[in-house]
T-cell receptor
Framework: DAKTTQPPSMDCAEGRAANLPCNHSTISGNEYVYWYRQIHSQGPQYIIHGLKNNETNEMASLIITEDRKSSTLILPHATLRDTAVYYCIDPSGSARQLTFGSGTQLTVLP | DTGVSQDPRHKITKRGQNVTFRCDPISEHNRLYWYRQTLGQGPEFLTYFQNEAQLEKSRLLSDRFSAERPKGSFSTLEIQRTEQGDSAMYLC????????????FGQGTRLTVV
């Protein structure tokens, strides 16, 4: 079962920052948080992952709270192509498999 | 293109028939995962291979499902005696073994059982 909690949906205006929250209060101390997104009918796409420091790459920024119980994915300038379901994942199991919840449907509006 | 290939992309089959899907992971990745995704839901973990060894299977993987990864390269997922409830997207992902790595997903195989 997924161990993260995300809002089911969010809207964002094109060109504005999209801030997607996630609660992962049971994450273990040495486990990374991963973010993926899935555009309709495609396979999930890796975005970013982090342990306790804030991370940034060409796609997004990840802000993790000091207690590591929650994080926020930031898309700094959302475009229409960023419309997708965004998943926050706390890996579990001996295989460290990614356990997906229902995610957040982000809709970027023109 | 993530480098993970799945074949076929779409499969329509009659109930009761057997189907087999193939996944070609990124060549240097020794970890391979299969997932199933139904409409409106996130992907659900089915099984995991490390090299050729199948190390973990979900309780979702009924005895009609079998997966193999001969020689630790490509993998196949077979469903015997398909049922309408097997209709779903079947996703494969691969992952390297060194350090903290991300998994790369293929585009999936869409199965429709009629």
């Amino acid at each position: 079962d997924a161990k993260t909690t995300q809002p089911p949906s969010m809207d964002c205006a094109e060109g504005r920052a999209a801030n997607l929250p996630c609660n992962h209060s049971t994450i273990s101390g040495n486990e990374y948080v991963y973010w993926y997104r899935q555009i309709h009918s495609q396979g999930p796409q890796y975005i970013i992952h982090g342990l306790k420091n804030n991370e940034t790459n060409e796609m997004a920024s990840l802000i993790i709270t000091e207690d590591r119980k929650s994080s926020t994915l930031i898309l700094p300038h959302a475009t229409l192509r960023d419309t997708a379901v965004y998943y926050c994942i706390d890996p579990s199991g001996s295989a460290r498999q990614l356990t997906f919840g229902s995610g957040t449907q982000l809709t970027v509006l023109p | 293109d993530t480098g993970v290939s799945q074949d076929p992309r779409h499969k329509i089959t009659k109930r009761g028939q057997n189907v087999t899907f193939r996944c070609d992971p990124i060549s240097e990745h020794n970890r391979l995962y299969w997932y199933r995704q139904t409409l409106g839901q996130g992907p659900e973990f089915l099984t995991y291979f490390q090299n050729e060894a199948q190390l973990e299977k979900s309780r979702l993987l009924s005895d009609r499902f079998s997966a193999e990864r001969p020689k630790g390269s490509f993998s196949t997922l077979e469903i015997q005696r398909t049922e309408q409830g097997d209709s779903a997207m079947y996703l494969c992902a691969s992952r390297g073994s060194r350090g903290v790595t991300e998994a790369f997903f293929g585009q999936g195989t869409r199965l429709t059982v009629v």
